[in-house]
C-alpha cells in the first residue's frame, strides 16, 4: 500500500441496503476525511476524524457513519441507501493540516443507488 | 456563511497562459490551497498560500490577497495533459477546508 486506498472502486447498490465504503492509508496521517463530490457542487465534507478515537460532522453528515478505531482505517458506513446519496466518494488524510501540508486523497468509489 | 467562487468553465490554447480566479468569504483563513483532478481522478496537491503574494512552482503560480479575498491561479505553457479541473480551496479557523465547485480548463491546440 502507498498512500490511501479505497475500496470498493465502484458499486451499484440496492436503496435500502446497508454499506460501507473502506479506506485505510499507511502515511500515519492522524487526520483523515470522507468527502462526497457531485457535479456542479464541488467536493462536501460528510464526516472527519482528527486523531485516532474521535470522529466529527462534516457539512452533509445525515445517513452516514464513520469509526476511527486506529491511526490507518476511516470507514464510512451508509445505514440504508437513498438514490440521493449517488455520487463519487473520496477518502482524505492529512499530518499537520494547519502546518499547511495538503491532503492526499484516495481514489474514489463510485456508488449509484438505485 | 463561507462562500468560494470560481468560474465554472475556462478555455485556453496550448502554449498559452491561462489565469484561473478564486474569490473567497470563509469563517476564518488559515491558508488557501489548489488542487489539479483530472477526469475520473481523485484531487492531487498544487500549491499553498498562507500569505499574501505570489507563489511560483514551475510553469504554476498561485497568488493570495487575503484583504481582496482572491486568489489565482497562473498556468504558463499551456501542454494538453493541464486539461483538468482546477480547485481553490480554504482552509477555516477549525483547520478543515472549504471548497470551490472547481474550474474546467479546455486546453485546444
Known amino acids: 500500500i502507498a498512500g490511501i486506498t479505497q475500496a470498493p472502486t465502484s458499486q451499484i447498490l440496492a436503496a435500502g441496503r446497508r454499506m460501507t465504503l473502506r479506506c485505510t492509508q499507511d502515511?500515519?496521517?492522524?487526520?483523515m476525511y470522507w468527502y462526497r463530490q457531485d457535479l456542479g457542487l464541488g467536493l462536501r465534507l460528510i464526516h472527519y476524524?482528527?486523531?485516532?478515537?474521535?470522529?466529527g460532522k462534516g457539512e452533509v453528515p445525515d445517513g452516514y457513519s464513520v469509526s476511527r478505531a486506529n491511526t490507518d482505517d476511516f470507514p464510512l458506513t451508509l445505514a440504508s441507501a437513498v438514490p440521493s446519496q449517488t455520487s463519487v466518494y473520496f477518502c482524505?488524510?492529512?499530518?499537520?493540516?494547519?502546518?499547511?501540508?495538503?491532503?492526499?486523497f484516495g481514489s474514489g468509489t463510485r456508488l449509484t443507488v438505485v | 456563511g463561507q462562500n468560494i467562487d470560481q468560474p465554472t468553465e475556462m478555455t485556453a490554447t496550448e502554449g498559452a497562459i491561462v489565469q484561473i480566479n478564486c474569490t473567497y468569504q470563509?469563517?476564518?483563513?488559515?491558508?488557501l490551497f489548489w488542487y489539479q483532478q483530472h477526469a475520473g481522478e481523485a484531487p492531487t496537491f498544487l500549491s499553498y498560500?498562507?500569505l499574501d503574494g505570489l507563489e511560483e512552482k514551475g510553469r504554476f503560480s498561485s497568488f493570495l490577497s487575503r484583504s481582496k479575498g482572491y486568489s489565482y491561479l497562473l498556468l504558463k505553457e499551456l501542454q494538453m495533459k493541464d486539461s483538468a479541473s482546477y480547485l481553490c480551496?480554504?482552509?477555516?479557523?477549525?483547520?478543515?477546508?472549504?471548497w470551490g465547485a472547481g474550474t474546467k480548463l479546455i486546453i485546444k491546440p
Open positions: 476524524s482528527n486523531t485516532a478515537g474521535t470522529t
Open positions: 502515511m500515519r496521517h492522524n487526520a
Open positions: 470563509t469563517s476564518g483563513f488559515n491558508g
Open positions: 482524505a488524510s492529512s499530518d499537520s493540516p494547519e502546518r499547511g501540508y495538503g491532503y492526499t
Open positions: 480551496a480554504v482552509m477555516d479557523s477549525n483547520y478543515q477546508l472549504i
Open positions: 498560500n498562507v
